[in-house]
């Protein structure tokens, strides 16, 4: 009888045993590479299964002529097909560790991500930056990889003219050019104040085919003037209504017939000669004095644009005029650039646009960057 009891015991261990490993799944599961709504979390917050994006540029204290912060991007730990479908965040701290500039981005294709900054970081200075890969899950809950490592670097220096190409920043409270009667305005850019003041700056050497493209606020059809100007170019210095290698670029006050006129004069080598002379159709418009406009003039041998947009470079387009310019190129031998416009033979009222406060001027045959503050 007690031979019979103890098989009958141990039958009955075997099948519990048996159901319990029946209940466990045949392989264990590994966990995915985002898991946005987990209650667990990295030694550090993470509750992203990812790789730390890689630092790539600028790094080791570099300091670029423009801004773009360049990063390897983070893989997952488990499924890597998920990897496509990250974000980044970027972080920009100053010599302080204070945050002073941050930004989501998409990742793209490629093996890296890139982020163009927009604020108006101090130039001249140390900083660090960071990123890391984020992403999202159906319940719109949040998930975040672990940082990068903190790379350093100096913000741009700000102005310069090396050979044929010019930028000044101008919200920076300096300018590389030649100032008259003109204001900084805090973290804005440079006023103009009367329609004898400027911006002069000289180019080493003549840029014969390129652009020039500034953001400008306070210039608007009711500003006083008759045919003044936004900015404009000559050979050397006098007169610039009879100059040899004008560019004027107007936006027409209040003085003028059609107040809000906007049309550009290009002369290519002689002012005494109909054939060199180019003028652009006039059209009027209306301004805001409250907002930015972006204006750029473009020329090569044989053609010459001028483009207004609102906003900035990516902004509506207001003014988009070209023409033919002739087989004479545009090279002064000394290549004067000037926001405004000097005062020539027809007086005050023809010149500088008073009112307007420029900043991030561009001069170059390259295409102009991503600027802050665009």
């Known amino acids: 009888m007690q031979h019979k009891k103890a098989v009958a015991c141990a039958s009955a261990v075997l099948l519990a045993l048996a159901v319990a490993c029946s209940k466990n799944p045949e392989t264990p599961l590994s966990p995915s590479s985002a898991e946005p709504g987990t209650t667990s979390a990295g030694p550090n917050g993470e509750t992203l299964k990812a790789s730390a994006p890689t630092p790539e540029s600028p790094v080791n204290g570099a300091q670029p002529d423009t801004l773009v912060l ?43 991500v890139t982020w163009t900054p927009t604020c108006n970081l101090e130039l001249d200075a140390n900083h660090t930056w960071r990123v890391r890969a ?17 790379a350093s670097f100096k913000s741009p220096l700000g102005g310069y003219i090396r050979g044929d190409e010019l930028f000044d920043p101008l919200y920076n409270g300096k300018t590389v050019g030649n100032a008259i009667n003109a204001t900084f305005v805090a973290n804005q850019g440079i006023r103009l104040n ?12 003549t840029l ?74 006039r059209i009027q418009l209306s301004f805001s004095s409250s907002k930015w406009y972006f204006w750029q003039f473009t020329w090569r041998t044989g053609r010459a644009d001028l483009v207004v947009r609102e906003d900035g470079p990516r902004g509506r387009v207001i003014y988009n005029q070209g023409r033919g310019t002739g087989t004479h190129p545009y090279r002064p031998e000394q290549h004067v650039i000037h926001l405004g416009a000097p005062v020539g033979r027809a007086g005050p009222q023809d010149a500088t646009m008073p009112g307007g406060t420029y900043k991030n001027l561009w001069v170059s045959s390259r295409p102009r960057p991503a600027f802050a503050g665009e």
């Not at 014969?208 to 500034?214: H, I, K, L, W």
């Not at 007169?239 to 006129?261: K, S, W």
């Open 70 to 112: 360049s990063a390897g991007k983070s893989t997952g730990s488990f499924n890597k097909g998920l990897d496509g479908e990250y974000s980044y965040e970027f972080q920009i701290m100053n010599a302080g560790n204070t945050l002073v500039c941050a930004s989501f981005v998409p990742g793209g294709s490629g093996s890296s």
């Open 134 to 150: 984020v992403t999202q899950n159906p319940g719109g809950q949040m998930a975040n990889g672990p940082w990068s490592s903190t």
């Open 208 to 281: 014969q085919a390129g652009e020039m493209s500034v953001m400008v606020i306070g210039a608007d059809e009711g500003n006083p003037g008759d045919k003044t100007k936004i900015m404009s170019m000559q050979e050397g210095g006098g007169d610039i209504t009879t100059n040899d290698y004008r560019m004027t670029a107007e936006l027409r006050g209040n003085q003028y017939p059609l107040p809000g006129a906007v049309q550009f004069r290009l002369i290519t080598g002689d002012a005494g000669e109909e054939d060199s002379i180019f003028d652009s159709a």
């Open 194 to 205: 009367g329609h004898d003041s400027r911006v002069t700056y000289q180019l080493p050497v």
